[in-house]
Nanobody, 116 residues
Framework: QVQLVESGGGLVETGGSLRLSCAASGSIFSINAMGWYRQTPGKQRELVATITIGGSTNYADSVKGRFTISRDNAKSTVYLLLNSLKPEDTAVYYC??????????WGQGTQVTVSS
């Protein structure tokens, strides 16, 4: 079992920045990759960014050049730095951790609201 706890969401003006954190605990040795997804009401959850245990990253086209995912292995924590925020970035952001055999764990989500 892996437990994920997100923090760092909030209200920010257009053009502002936030940093989200996701602390993992439990069977962290089993984690292959971690990432962030986001979801708005009535829409499917969408990929924002992922990072593998080796440090390879992947970003949604909509956030490339604005968001940066990173990890601190010593703290078992993944970060998402959100720069140049736009109102369309408003969503609940979820942290996820992938483990072998196709299983994933999810955090409870943290709200990001960008005012126009």
């Amino acid at each position: 079992q892996v437990q994920l706890v997100e923090s760092g969401g909030g209200l920010v003006e257009t053009g502002g920045s936030l940093r989200l954190s996701c602390a993992a605990s439990g069977s962290i040795f089993s984690i292959n990759a971690m990432g962030w997804y986001r979801q708005t009401p009535g829409k499917q959850r969408e990929l924002v960014a992922t990072i593998t245990i080796g440090g390879s990253t992947n970003y949604a086209d909509s956030v490339k050049g604005r968001f940066t995912i990173s990890r601190d292995n010593a703290k078992s924590t993944v970060y998402l730095l959100l720069n140049s925020l736009k109102p369309e970035d408003t969503a609940v952001y979820y942290c996820t951790a992938a483990v072998p055999f196709g299983k994933s764990y999810w955090g409870q989500g943290t709200q990001v609201t960008v005012s126009s």
